[in-house]
């Protein structure tokens, strides 16, 4: 076992973790030793992620949640209490990416709305369900932002607004929880290759006329596996020192 990143026993719940770098982390984490939940609003998917891990030899259990709602948010937490009751560390990695390439004048206002939902509102409610737990396990809590909206602009004006917020977030959670023994982290990742950020690229390539796997192979995008890395070492103790914002490539 690799002592940087040792999280054996560790409870960790992430969302988003059906696809992308969700879920890749929830299979690092796994097989790390940690106790992985995975929660997604794509059932399907997200069952058949942590059959996958449980194959495998890991522990994962799969809980249905979207996070745009208060109600389902508690009772997603409310589960993990009676099931489990510890959580160490939250990763928030739900996130949607839409209205790529569009001016403000074309932008659907249901389109903004649903992105700051699920980005912004989404974080904050996992966040807000999940400090209770997490003040009793001294744990930690990860925000997945980006460098959208952090340290440049964004292909969606409501991804780059949103993925500002979510780091604003961490900021201003970091400072309200560390007296309760709380560490928050915000990660940063650049072009990873995800569904979200394929689907960027063939937006492109079709509104640009070009052969979606030109643009694929000039874009160097990352895989979710290296994100997934600096999750799981944020996630154990080793990172304790670490604060606020960490970027990938």
Not at 128 to 155: D, E, F, N, R
Request: hydrophobic letters at 45%.
């Amino acid at each position: 076992m690799d002592s940087i990143a040792d999280i054996r026993g560790k409870v960790i719940l992430i969302t988003g973790a059906a696809q992308g770098i969700g879920e890749a982390t929830a299979r690092l984490c796994a097989e790390r030793g940690a106790k992985v939940l995975l929660a997604d609003v794509k059932q399907e998917k997200g069952e058949a992620a942590a059959a996958s891990i449980r194959q495998n030899g890991g522990d994962a259990t799969f809980y249905p949640v979207d996070v745009r709602y208060a109600a389902a948010v508690q009772a997603l937490f409310a589960r993990v209490q009676a099931d489990v009751n510890q959580l160490d560390v939250l990763i928030c990695a739900a996130g949607v990416l839409q209205g790529q390439f569009l001016q403000p004048e074309e932008f659907p206002l249901e389109t903004f709305e649903l992105v700051m939902d699920v980005n912004v509102k989404g974080t904050f409610l996992c966040t807000k369900a999940a400090t209770p737990l997490l003040a009793a396990s001294k744990g930690v809590m990860i925000l997945i932002a980006s460098g959208a909206g952090v340290t440049g602009g964004s292909s969606s004006i409501a991804y780059g607004t949103s993925k500002g917020g979510v780091n604003g977030m961490g900021m201003t959670l970091a400072g309200h929880l560390a007296p309760r023994g709380i560490r928050v982290n915000v990660v940063c990742p650049g072009g990873i290759a995800t569904e979200m950020k394929l689907g960027v690229i063939q937006t492109q390539a079709e509104r640009q006329g070009k052969e979606f796997d030109s643009l694929v192979a000039t874009s160097e995008l990352g895989d979710p596996i290296g994100v997934a890395r600096l999750l799981a070492f944020l996630a154990s103790s080793e990172a304790d020192y670490v604060r606020q914002r960490m970027f990938t490539r």
